[in-house]
């Protein structure tokens, strides 16, 4: 009567091993890219609900019909509304709250409530129309009643890594983070805000795109 072997030896369970360890290197890079892009997914939604309440929160003010004009975002003398400077990629491209902001200086948001800054958000604006003509951005009672406005996104550690390169004003691509792809904002949003009590009249429309 023959004895029956059990177990494995020593060099099928060396085989075992490195079969398991190729399987294991094979499937790791597509879960770990599947983990972080849902994470890069996430920022980036919660970006454009930072663009899209800022946007909102602009617009009821205009539509509230008595506002000062500290109360819009800054003017850009750009151009056109696309080409307005992104922030200065340092501690000067940003403040802790929207009260002092500028066109290169947005203000820090912290999203999830855990004391640091998450997002660092833009805003600025082209000289609108008032019900006089053009707005004239040097005078403090120049009111708009409609003008275009511009808000971009930013990840927060854009402006803790530095760099010699300026950030920039185009929207990232969904892409695992990189020190590249931070020079680019999450969330970019442009619109045209308007009173609803003064409709335009097409003349007054046309100059608000002049204007731009």
């Known amino acids: 009567m023959h004895r029956s072997e059990e177990g494995l030896t020593l060099i099928e369970s060396l085989v075992a091993i490195v079969i398991i360890g190729i399987v294991l290197a094979a499937i790791a890079p597509p879960l770990l890219i599947a983990a972080a892009t849902r994470v890069q997914n996430q920022r980036t939604e919660q970006a454009m609900q930072l663009a899209q309440g800022e946007i909102n929160r ?24 696309k080409d307005a400077p992104p922030p200065t990629r340092d501690t000067n491209g940003y403040i802790a709250n929207s009260a002092a902001i500028t066109v290169t200086r947005g203000f820090t948001v912290d999203i999830d409530n855990n004391g640091s800054a998450d997002f660092v958000v833009q805003l600025f604006r082209k000289a609108g129309i008032t019900s006089s003509g053009v707005e004239n951005p040097n005078s403090t009672s120049s009111i708009p009643n409609a003008f275009q406005m511009g808000v971009r996104v930013y990840e927060y550690q854009a402006f803790q890594t530095g760099g010699s390169s300026a950030l920039s004003t185009k929207r990232t691509l969904l892409r695992l983070t990189s020190q590249s792809n931070l020079q680019h904002p999450l969330a970019v949003l442009y619109t045209t805000v308007a009173r609803n009590d003064l409709p335009m009249s097409l003349e007054e429309y046309r100059q608000l795109l002049n204007t731009n």
Do not use: F, M, Q
């Open 58 to 81: 602009i617009r009821l003010i205009v539509e509230r019909g008595s506002y000062e004009k500290a109360e819009l975002p800054p003017i850009t003398n750009a151009t056109s509304i």
